[in-house]
């Protein structure tokens, strides 16, 4: 009879917590802000710049079928790209989608003794260090802006960086000085 106890316990208690990882894995996984969005979004973002449907077949091919957030962010990446051809999103923005950039300090002297991940929040500050550190620049959705787009902000002057006139008619105050 205890032995029979034991094994229903342990089945419960093994039952249990295949339910709370399930759910937990689940809570994780949905959203916009989850890996697998971004991923989605930005292969399908790539693939309609390389002129390809830019969708399921691009990203995921024959290999499996995409889940429902990746469709989600397939449609999302679709809708903003054509914005983006037109100078929709451009235009609400004020021509600038910066809204942060970040970099790797290394402690150094130079770095002011920062270590790590480091964020820029504006133009100005970007542009001391963007001739001279490896940086990536994001949009208010936290999808990568190409260094193609961002380059256009900046144009050096001796050894030192400077916000553009193109960004100085595009980008808002808080933007270009924070």
Known sequence: MRLSVENTMRKLTLFALISLLSCGSAFAAGGKNSAEYREAYQCAL?????????GAAFCV????????????AYADAERDFKRMKSGGIAAAQGGCAFHHATWIANGTHADGFEEGLQQITNLKAAANLVFMRDMKFYDSRNMEIPWSVAQKWFYKKGDRGEISPFAKKTCNKAQLTG
Not at 46 to 54: P, R, T
């Open 61 to 72: 091919g024959n290999s499996r079928d995409p889940s429902k957030l990746e469709e989600k």
């Open 46 to 54: 790539n693939g309609l710049k390389e002129g390809s449907a830019g």
